[in-house]
């Protein structure tokens, strides 16, 4: 199975901060990475998808970048509504596999 | 708009069995693979299974296979997880996801609620 190393487990930033939470996985996934938000009691939500494309309606705060094992989600400028868990996921082979999960707090 | 809505959690002693059900509404759902995702209490997703568009496929998680079986009614809009031979260790909230892809894994885009099961004497 291909694991996928989010870092860091958790984080505290402030509104206004810059934010970055990187991904690596176990081997060469090429581009074949989505990025989702969960905030605390609702479902999974898609930010991201295939490294760097923001899914429609996902404000331009969010980015994504990086290839083949090594990837970085960043939020440009935190604000309050994005305080959630971020998970990083892989769709090269099977079984899909999701990062361990950043809890982002302010 | 799309809603996935699942059915089905609840307390079950070790051994048992449970039928989850997920029905989607406001887009073609004959045309999408369809996800189960799990879970646990206070920890992170764990992909459990994947149906194609039109059934042909279906991919299990090690740990479940032989114990867990996805199926779809397309008549009914309805996808399943039929879960055998329950452990604790199967303990979570069970989301449906449908992927963009009819065929293939490519990014769940839609999320149910989850429904929570808990397996425990």
């Known amino acids: 199975d291909i694991q996928m190393t989010q870092s860091p487990s958790s984080l505290s930033a402030s509104v206004g901060d810059r934010v970055t939470i990187t991904c690596q996985a176990s081997q060469d996934i090429i581009n074949y990475l989505n990025w989702y938000q969960q905030k605390p009691g609702k479902a999974p939500k898609l930010l991201i998808y295939d490294v ?8 331009s705060r969010f980015s994504g970048s990086g290839f083949g094992t090594d990837f970085t989600f960043t939020i ?7 305080i959630a868990t971020y ?7 099977f ?12 | 708009q799309v809603q996935l809505v699942e059915s089905g959690g609840g307390v079950v ?13 406001g887009f073609i759902f004959s045309e999408y693979a369809m996800h189960w995702v799990r879970q646990a209490p206070g920890k992170g997703l764990e992909w459990v299974a994947v149906i194609w568009y039109d059934g042909s496929n279906k991919y299990y998680l090690d740990s479940v296979k032989g114990r867990f079986a996805i199926s779809r009614d397309n008549s009914k809009n309805t996808l399943f997880l039929q879960m055998n031979n329950l452990r604790a260790d ?10 963009v892809a009819a065929g293939g894994i490519l990014r769940l885009d839609q999320w149910g609620q989850g429904t929570l099961v808990t397996v425990s004497s």
């Open chain 2, 13 to 25: 002693q070790p051994g048992r069995s449970l039928r989850l059900s997920c029905v989607a509404s």
């Open chain 1, 76 to 82: 440009s400028s935190l604000q309050p509504e994005d």
């Open chain 1, 87 to 93: 998970y990083c996921q892989h769709y090269d082979i």
């Open chain 2, 90 to 99: 199967d303990t979570a909230v069970y989301y449906c996801a449908r992927d």
């Open chain 1, 95 to 106: 079984p899909i596999t999701f990062g361990q999960g950043t809890r982002l707090e302010i």
């Open chain 1, 52 to 59: 760097s494309n923001l899914e429609a309606g996902v404000p």
